[in-house]
């Protein structure tokens, strides 16, 4: 192959080559004809009359009853607002006045004629506008959309308010029985004797420590295994403090073994306190009251050696229980001991009612200090809050009653939330 022979058909080649690359960027380079749509131009070309009526009569007022930052806009709804209609939902915009540039701040499906705008300012003045608009889709993609808006809004600022008048029964309720507890607190101030149902556990409180000083043995008080914290641990101290007291006259051993160290504090000086109101403050022993361990199972197993070295007479559980309550309690009921057991905790009340002799059913936990001391002031809340309960159960009764005859709706006069 000569030299000739294979040069001329590369610069052939070349000058191809370069050609093409002069002629697409020609082409890049040259402007569309308007005149001639595109596919994206006639997919985004709505059909005819599908416009739809823009909303009328748009209002925006402070949002009521609230703590403000929030405004209600409400309208009414387009005109081709229907089922096979023209509207697809309607767009809100805000703004801080008529000449202003417009946000849009939500969007609600067609059939709605309401908008609360949480995203403003207190007394700072905005007005808004609604528009109704109507799209189409194609998997996924807007294909076109048109809209119509309507009037804008006066001008509106949000504010705080001082009550929430939708809650005024919550108030009625709260000075019902605060109301009763007052009088009730009265009366028993005044020497005037109230009822209290009787409740077996805490009747044989007296019998509990009378067999335990008639057969020489120790008396343990168990108060949960919660922290001072807890409300059951409160009631069960509460007890605690009466049943030393009657261990103080009899002259009989009371421990109190705890797992918590803030219970041991406040359980040592209420022991202390029970002896000196039973007129023994020298019998008081400072290891009466003493600290196990945190750990549930740990203390578990620390009281259950206790009870079966010691053999105690009575034992009481007095608080918040777990899945120790009935490896405790039926340690307890081996050794004979008489057992009565109060807490709230329901899935621990069926152990206590099958290994215990006596069991305070939850709120007899908590009126058991009432119960026991007989003070005015917790005779009267005890009392006050049965007659709240009392009509709250005549309320249920009596709205079942009128709502099953259709006669009246009872239950909207107790409704709190919207």
């Not at 805000?94 to 969007?107: H, S």
Request: proline share 4%; glycine share 8%; hydrophobic share 45%.
């Amino acid at each position: 192959m000569t030299e000739e022979s294979w040069v001329l058909p590369n610069i052939k080649t070349a000058l191809i080559f370069l050609i093409s690359i002069i002629c697409f960027a020609l082409a890049a380079g040259q402007e569309p004809d308007d005149s001639i749509p595109t596919t994206q131009d006639t997919l985004n070309t709505p059909p005819p009359n599908v416009t739809p009526v823009m909303p009328k009569k748009v209002t925006a007022k402070d949002n009521p009853n609230d703590e403000g930052g929030a405004i209600v806009i409400t309208w009414h709804i387009s005109v081709d607002d229907h089922e096979g209609g023209k509207v697809t939902g309607y767009k809100i915009y805000r703004g801080t006045g008529p000449d202003q540039k417009f946000t849009e701040i939500g969007t609600v499906t067609s059939g709605t004629g309401t908008f609360v705008d949480h995203g403003v300012n207190d007394g700072e003045k905005y007005v808004y506008k609604v528009a109704a608009f109507n799209s189409f889709k194609e998997n996924g993609r807007t294909v076109w959309e048109v809209s119509s808006e309507s009037n804008i809004t006066a001008p509106v600022v949000s504010s705080a308010q001082w009550f929430d008048w939708r809650r005024i029964n919550v108030l009625v309720g709260v000075i019902f029985v605060c109301t009763a507890i007052f009088l009730y607190i009265q009366r028993a101030k005044s020497g005037k004797e109230l009822y209290i149902r009787k409740i077996a556990g805490l009747e044989s409180v007296d019998e509990a420590v009378g067999r335990a000083t008639e057969m020489g043995r120790k008396i343990f008080f168990i108060p949960g295994i919660n922290d001072m914290d807890n409300v059951q641990t409160i009631a069960g101290i509460t007890i605690l403090g009466r049943v030393a007291q009657i261990a103080a006259e009899y002259e009989t051993w009371i421990e109190v073994p705890v797992s918590k160290s803030l219970v041991m504090i406040t359980a040592k000086e209420i022991v202390k306190e029970a002896y000196s109101k039973a007129g023994r403050p020298d019998n008081y022993n400072d290891d009466q009251v003493h600290y196990l361990t945190d750990d549930q199972f740990g203390y578990a197993a620390a009281i259950d050696g206790m009870f079966v070295r010691e053999k105690p007479a009575a034992v009481f559980y007095m608080g918040a229980f777990f899945a120790e309550s009935l490896i405790m309690a039926e340690t307890g009921n081996s050794v004979g001991a008489i057992q009565i057991a109060g807490t709230a905790m329901p899935s621990q009340l069926p152990f206590f009612v099958a290994a215990c002799d006596y069991t305070l059913i939850g709120e007899e936990l908590f009126a058991a200090s009432a119960y026991l001391s007989r003070e005015p002031r917790l005779l009267g809340s005890l009392k006050g809050q049965d007659i709240g309960k009392a009509a709250i159960l005549i309320a249920i009764l009596l709205g079942v009653l009128l709502e099953t005859f259709g006669i009246f709706e009872l239950s909207n006069l107790f409704k709190v939330i919207d």
